[in-house]
């Protein structure tokens, strides 16, 4: 019981660590709508083996779980889902925010086209990278979103929590390769432009 109690815990300080140091660490219109096949594949795969594991515990936990016991307490669980929805908005906040980077630095680069013969091959390339990833981040994080309703309620959230981690985990690996992307074709566009500086928004992470 002790074990489980520390677990949780443990997961909710992961839940509030803030997106802004992970954006440190690395240094619109819509994201796109269609997402990655290998992406879309490991969503499934993950949520295949969250359900597995939710009939394995039913089946394992009839007793305990009609009585309530290895469940989460209201408080705990109020708790946890409060962490999660806090995160999930700062996460989806920032979603937007690139997708709005991303729109105003493609309208950037259609002046750049009309106005001069430079090569935009690159910047074209990495802008549409960040879409894509923009477009991964937002499948994953639906995901988890609905993920989470299933692990809060489950009757040994233990395991179910490691899957929903996963999700958590590509979603910030994502988000901080698109700033990098976005950061690479501002200093691009810049150099292109005879170092006219481009004055893109400013996206603060913290600020969520």
């Not at 988000?175 to 691009?188: E, P, Y």
Request: charged share 25%; glycine share 4%.
């Amino acid at each position: 019981m002790m074990k489980r109690y520390l677990f949780i815990i443990s997961f909710c300080i992961f839940l509030i660590l803030p997106i802004t140091k992970v954006i440190a660490a690395s240094n619109g219109s819509s994201v796109r709508n269609q997402t990655s096949t290998k992406v879309q594949q490991k969503l499934e795969s993950r949520q295949d083996a969250l359900t597995k594991i939710q009939e394995t515990v039913q089946a394992r936990t009839k007793q305990r779980t009609a009585t309530g016991e290895g469940m989460l307490s209201q408080q705990k669980r109020g708790l946890v889902t409060n962490y999660y929805n806090k995160m999930s908005d700062r996460m989806w906040a920032l979603v937007d925010r690139l997708s709005v980077l991303v729109t105003r630095i493609e309208a950037r680069i259609a002046v750049v086209d009309n106005e001069t013969d430079k090569d935009l091959t690159l910047v074209i390339s990495d802008v549409n990278a960040a879409k894509t990833l923009l477009a991964d981040t937002k499948a994953v994080l639906t995901s988890s979103d609905e993920m989470f309703q299933t692990v809060i309620a489950s009757s040994d959230p233990k395991e179910s929590f490691e899957i929903l981690r996963e999700n958590i985990n590509d979603i910030k690996m994502n988000l901080v390769a698109v700033h990098k992307l976005l950061v690479k074709v501002i200093g691009n566009l810049e150099g292109l432009t005879g170092g006219v500086k481009y004055q893109a928004p400013t996206v603060t992470p913290g600020a969520i």
